[in-house]
């Protein structure tokens, strides 16, 4: 199924862990990612959790050097561009459990196809 592997790339999209934007350089992701496992390391409260669309996540400083591995690769940080299109602010997402669930309409909504309420023309 998609739709796991789907939020797992969006949880971990090495932007929303590193905190920068899709223009950034390379030089600026590095600084950032080697700030980052500074504070780690000296287990500051205030960077211990970053905001993803799907709300907060736990960072840790394995997950700040492999976001860092990912951007240095040009193909897997075009990917995770396009993932990082999506505001970095709590959204709903679809539940899996059941398909008679409203919250599935509201899928399409969220990227851009469709309206609630609305078939096909």
Not at 15 to 37: A, I, P
Not at 96 to 116: C, K, M, T
Request: hydrophobic share 35%.
């Amino acid at each position: 199924m998609y739709l796991p592997r789907l939020i797992k790339a969006i949880e971990g999209n090495p932007f929303y862990v590193l905190g920068v934007s899709t223009e950034c350089t390379r030089q600026e992701f590095e600084r950032e990612g080697q700030k980052l496992l500074s504070m780690l390391a000296l287990d500051l409260a205030e960077i211990n959790t970053y905001a993803t669309p799907l709300g907060n996540r736990k960072r840790t400083p394995e997950l700040v050097r492999q976001s860092m591995s990912e951007l240095r690769d040009p193909s897997r940080r075009l990917l995770h561009e396009m993932l990082a299109a999506l505001p970095a602010s709590e959204i709903k997402t679809p539940s899996v459990n059941s398909e008679q669930d409203d919250r599935w309409i509201e899928a399409p909504a969220l990227f851009g196809y469709g309206s609630h309420g609305q078939g096909r023309r």
